[in-house]
């Protein structure tokens, strides 16, 4: 079970009730969970007198905490913006949280930490070090002599509280994720430790992106509802489940209602048995929905256009009468860079996926996944010598699961006839799986 941001620890207080909602639903679990991970921001914090916010941590662990057996239950916790924003607050945690290992880096003993599990890895880092500078700052040489001390272990989740990408559009280094200098090369740590997952919180979302083949995770819906996007974003928890298949989880909302799921590695068939589809107009192989957990996978072979004007190419467009056009897949820009465009309304402006460019007069062959069940993060690219899947970037908080899908589908050009957005490269070939 993971969860995170209740931003709690005050009787009386609105998050006292709303994360109450929260711990209900997992209290209800059966069979229960193995262990728990919060990530972050358990009490409201953010106070500079030390025993106000040791106050704060003991009615989240002995009141609003209390209904857990940790014997039988562990439950690991993130540093986080609320709870260790200064030396105070470092040391304060390392009091309250003494059972936590202190196994990490030099100066960061009780912050950072691994636990070890037969074949599971959970390296929890600390996104917020003051040795190095405060909030959006984390260290790496140590997560890398982890992961590589513990290559066997077959699952390998990385745990903290900051993202590395942003969120539902919100961005900026440091106070939403973590830092420029830092998140290279921390990304770079997890795709060379075989790393399945990074699971973090903070921006209060849930939210599943991939890049270079590994996840990752946002849950921040213990209780601070009050933030959150109205009519996007919902309390939640997220339950996982980790075997030989790789990573499964699902999003339980405080009325117990799945509310997203995600099976992961995607198990998909050969490219060579997708579907063919024929150039011009044809009937949508996928028509109707919304679809709440619908994949469709696409192929495009072909040979770029020269360097030319930038105006669009298009690869696919799925259109219908009364909407501008509610799906387009093609190529935009001098870079011809690889673009998909989503406009579920009418009268509204659409949202755009934005991911690599593509040399000019050059061969590609690229697949693309739409999975409605991942959210924004569910545009997922790859090129044909590469087997890791990564999310176009966008800044939208919504994805596939929007869209009623057209019955009709154009290749090579958009829906206006042959001339209109036309792809100007050659040899287009196009190919799906439904």
């Keep these: 079970m993971v969860y995170g941001d209740s931003c709690s620890g005050i009787a009386g207080a609105l ?3 709303t994360f109450a909602s929260v711990n209900a639903i997992v209290r209800r679990l059966d069979p229960p969970p ?27 662990l002995q009141r609003e905490m209390a209904w857990l057996d940790r014997q039988a239950i562990p439950l690991w916790n ?35 930490y691994f636990v070890r599990r037969g074949d599971l890895l959970m ?4 996104t917020m070090w003051t040795g190095l500078g405060g909030e959006g700052h984390v260290e790496t040489t140590w997560l890398r002599d982890v992961l590589h001390h513990h290559a066997g272990a077959r699952h390998k989740l990385v745990l903290g509280h900051h993202p590395v990408f942003p969120i539902n559009g919100f961005s900026g280094p440091y106070q939403r994720e973590i830092g420029p200098e830092h998140s290279g090369d921390f990304w770079n740590a997890l795709v060379e430790g075989g790393v ?9 979302a849930f939210d599943v992106q991939v890049h270079r083949g590994v996840l990752q995770v946002c849950t921040a819906g213990a209780g601070t509802a009050h933030r959150m996007p109205e009519g996007i974003e919902y309390l939640h928890c997220v339950q996982g489940a980790l075997d030989a298949e790789g ?38 192989l996928l028509a109707g929905g919304p679809y709440g957990d619908r994949i469709l996978g696409l192929r495009f072979t072909g040979r ?3 360097a030319g004007d930038g105006a669009a190419q298009t690869l696919l467009s799925a259109f219908q009468p009364d909407l501008q056009m509610p799906l387009w897949v093609g190529m935009r820009g001098v870079d011809q860079r690889l673009t998909v465009i989503v406009g579920p309304e009418a009268r509204r402006s659409p949202h755009y996926w934005v991911g690599p460019a593509v040399a000019a007069g050059a061969p590609f062959d690229l697949q693309l996944v739409i999975h409605a069940g991942m959210g924004p993060g ?29 019955q009709r589908w154009s290749i090579g050009h958009a829906a206006r006839g042959p001339a209109d957005q036309a792809f100007r490269g050659s040899s287009l070939t196009a190919s799906a799986l439904v």
């Design 378 to 406: 569910g545009f997922l690219w790859r090129s044909a010598d590469e087997k890791r899947w990564s999310s176009l970037d966008a800044a939208s908080a919504w994805g596939a699961e929007r869209l009623v899908w057209p």
């Design 247 to 284: 990573l499964r989880y699902q999003v339980l909302d405080t009325d117990g209602r799945v509310r997203e799921r995600l099976s992961w590695p995607l198990s998909l068939a050969d490219v060579a048995q997708w579907a063919a589809l024929p150039g011009g107009v044809s009937d949508a």
């Design 78 to 112: 993130t540093t986080s913006n609320h709870t260790t924003y200064d030396e105070m607050s470092e040391a304060a945690f390392r009091s309250m949280l003494g059972h936590l290992p202190r196994n990490g880096p030099p100066g960061q003993e009780g912050l950072s």
């Design 34 to 60: 193995e262990f728990i991970a919060f990530l972050g921001d358990e009490v409201a914090g953010l106070t500079a007198a030390r025993a106000e916010l040791e106050a704060q941590w003991r009615h989240w």
């Design 196 to 204: 399945l997952a990074y699971l973090c919180s903070h921006i209060l």
């Design 304 to 306: 770029t256009a020269a």
């Design 15 to 17: 998050h006292e009730k």
């Design 123 to 126: 390296v929890f880092v600390h």
